[in-house]
T-cell receptor, first 109, second 112 residues
């Protein structure tokens, strides 16, 4: 079957760095997406990786290793507004997105 | 620029009733999707449409139907609602089926 695993919840301190991991097993691979979802709101797009390596976008970076079925989202200089759920999704062989359950990130002052 | 709109924002519905959730996008995206999001689970695809006039079944299509008469609108119908359909429903769109998906604000549906 298809499976996306990510931690249920993480806690970090304002100003610090946090890494959210995602491992996947899917039928085919056509890219990995990270979305941010604040409580009660819609998911919003953060990043897309289809090749191995690190993609940097401001305070957020995303890494992919296709051979290991692994990705992480790195958030630097954490701000209180970064408190949200972070969703990992993989596009399978039919380009349908398979979603993880999300990681709830709690930022403490 | 509105992006994607959904209506209603929330709804409480008696079991057995028929309900249509509306979704409209103004980005001229070809592909549209309906997901449900339940606590502790990832988003699950209900139905999708890669272009106007075509639809396909996702992971959890039973009890739901869709239509795509034009590019902008993609309504989701529950023919006879059941309590297990209590969920938050998100509509999304992408320029084509392989592109980044953008989400509407969601509809919170409670079936009693």
């Amino acid at each position: 079957g298809q499976n996306i695993d990510q931690p249920t919840e993480m806690t970090a301190t304002e100003g610090a760095i946090v890494q959210i991991n995602c491992t996947y097993q899917t039928s085919g691979f056509n890219g990995l997406f990270w979305y941010q979802q604040h409580a009660g709101e819609a998911p919003t797009f953060l990043s897309y990786n289809v090749l191995d390596g690190l993609e940097e976008k401001g305070r957020f970076s995303s890494f992919l290793s296709r051979s290991k079925g692994y990705s992480y989202l790195l958030l630097k200089e954490l701000q209180m507004k970064d408190s949200a759920s972070y969703l990992c999704a993989v596009a399978d062989s039919n380009y349908q997105l398979i979603w993880g359950a999300g990681t709830k990130l709690i930022i403490k002052p | 620029i509105a992006g994607i709109t959904q209506a209603p924002t929330s709804q409480i519905l008696a079991a057995g009733r028929r309900m249509t959730l509306r979704c409209t996008q103004d980005m001229r995206h070809n592909a549209m999707y309906w997901y449900r999001q339940d606590l502790g689970l990832g988003l699950r695809l209900i139905h999708y449409s890669n272009t106007a006039g075509t639809t396909g079944k996702g992971e959890v299509p039973d009890g739901y139907s869709v239509s795509r008469a034009n590019t902008d609108d993609f309504p989701l119908t529950l023919a006879s609602a059941v309590p297990s359909q209590t969920s938050v429903y998100f509509c999304a769109s992408s320029e084509k089926g392989t592109d980044t998906q953008y989400f509407g604000p969601g509809t919170r549906l409670t079936v009693l």
